[in-house]
């Protein structure tokens, strides 16, 4: 999140909830309060980078961004003179929503030192290094974004990428966000939106000849975010009763099949050497990296029986890790 996108986000708030800031105008936000309502966040939070710009508040900055939050969020937000702004329309896209809503946990996240004794959170995923709405609508309206990359080992063997790219989608995995971009060089390429990304610049050039891109056809057969040329196929796995009904609650894939049910649904001790206590389940997926990462997490409470070569896959990352404690 960048503090100009804090901003803009700020003067949304103030002006669809005036009363929250101490705003008691009839629905109307005269300049002036709108700019000490920014100055006091700005106070509050005066050692905090990420609010340095929120004292810039002329009423030409504030013009400049209510343009930017018109085209964002489809909001239609007036003017009325001697009266101030008002919110007449609001309606958000299913994206930016999504991004709207992680903006509270990534603040919640952001002040979890001062707030600690309130709220105990998991860290927000919301990338500090980007400003996602450009991005969303430079997927939309079809423009290049420049990308300077610097990948980590298991990325390219850190390699540093340059180029032009058409941005095709926005995926959210692992408490990571990715872009998923295209160029001839490269093809269909994952940049994660982390500290890898060293400059990213939504251009306003357009897209010569666009490629059409569907995300759910193409993550159909993959686990996380990593496409491979690996063939997808069905995998069978074995679960334990205690976390069959978990995995049947929050499925591996959306691919997974019941194969049968344990025996013994419920058993007070936990006998692994028990086959009454297995289940079994299948998942349409590329046995991939990311496959290997999800199933160990899974600890001993699952186990790949078949194909062969996906079992043994398992057992070779088991049997290295096992050399390790020898």
Same mark, same amino acid.
């Given at each position: /999140? ?8 700020? +003067?949304?708030?103030?002006?669809? #909830?005036?009363?929250?800031? =101490?705003?008691? &105008?009839? @629905?109307?936000?005269? !300049? ?49 003179? $001697? ?5 007449? @329309? ?39 290094? +980007?400003?996602?709405?450009?991005? +969303? ?6 423009? !290049?974004?420049? +990308?300077?990359?610097? =990948?980590?080992?298991?990325? #390219? =063997?850190?390699?540093?990428?340059? @180029? ?6 926005? *995926? ?20 994660? !939106? ?14 010569? &000849? ?39 609650? #929050?499925? !591996?894939?959306?691919?997974? &099949? ?14 692994? *050497? $028990?086959?009454?206590?297995? @289940? ?12 290997? /990462? ?8 699952? *186990? ?23």
């Amino acid at each position: /999140m960048t503090p100009e996108f804090l901003r803009r986000y700020y +003067i949304l708030r103030i002006i669809s #909830n005036p009363k929250v800031y =101490g705003i008691e &105008k009839n @629905g109307y936000v005269p !300049l002036d309060d709108l700019q000490n309502a920014l100055d006091q966040l700005r106070v509050d939070n005066i050692d905090d980078p990420l609010y340095d710009k929120l004292n810039q508040s002329s009423q030409k900055t504030i013009k400049r961004d209510l343009d930017k939050i018109k085209s964002y969020y489809q909001t239609i937000i007036l003017h009325k003179r $001697n009266y101030g702004y008002y919110l007449e @329309g609001y309606e958000v896209s299913e994206a930016l929503k999504e991004v709207y809503e992680k903006t509270e946990l990534y603040l919640l996240h952001h002040h979890a030192h001062s707030w600690k004794d309130h709220v105990t959170i998991a860290r927000s995923s919301l990338s500090s290094y +980007i400003d996602f709405v450009p991005l +969303i609508q430079a997927i939309e309206q079809q423009f !290049l974004v420049e +990308i300077t990359y610097h =990948g980590w080992y298991d990325d #390219n =063997g850190f390699e540093t990428i340059t @180029g032009f790219f058409q941005p095709l989608h926005i *995926k959210e995995i692992n408490k990571a966000w990715y872009l998923i971009a295209h160029n001839d060089a490269y093809g269909i390429y994952a940049f994660c !939106l982390d500290d890898r990304i060293k400059s990213l610049e939504v251009t306003k050039r357009p897209i010569k &000849k666009p490629i059409a891109f569907n995300p759910k056809a193409y993550f159909k057969n993959v686990i996380g975010i990593l496409k491979t040329d690996t063939k997808a196929e069905w995998i069978y796995i074995q679960v334990a009763n205690h976390h069959f009904k978990y995995l049947e609650s #929050n499925p !591996l894939h959306h691919s997974q &099949k019941i194969v049968s049910r344990p025996k013994e649904a419920e058993t007070e001790s936990l006998d692994y *050497k $028990n086959s009454n206590i297995w @289940g079994e389940i299948k998942i349409y997926v590329e046995p991939n990296y990311e496959f290997l /990462m999800d199933i160990l997490k899974y600890n001993l409470w699952v *186990k790949v029986v078949s194909p062969i070569h996906v079992k043994n896959y398992v057992k070779h990352h088991l049997d290295l890790i096992i050399e390790y404690y020898k």
